[in-house]
């Protein structure tokens, strides 16, 4: 499904080294209605921000997920 990235934002910084930890994205759906998703990751999504992206959104992580009709979905797991 192809989502709008309304923000995204520092969820975590080292506050010696101010390395970022995690990031943090809130992502608006068709309906309208708001999802923020917190402790995504290393990955930099700020490049993203009022985009949107394709993603497979799921509560649980990587291991609960079936990715076994789209192996590739895992990568896009926020």
Do not use: W
Not at 32 to 53: C, F, M, P, V, W
Not at 59 to 77: E, H, M, Q, R, S
Request: net charge negative.
């Amino acid at each position: 499904m192809k989502e709008l990235v309304i923000d995204v934002g520092i969820d975590s910084m080292d506050p010696y080294t101010e390395e970022i930890g995690e990031f943090l994205a809130k992502v608006q759906f068709k309906s309208g209605k708001k999802l923020t998703i917190a402790e995504i990751g290393e990955q930099d999504l700020r490049s993203y921000h009022n985009q949107k992206i394709e993603c497979l959104i799921g509560v649980g992580g990587v291991d609960v997920i079936d990715t076994t009709l789209n192996p590739n979905a895992a990568k896009y797991l926020l």
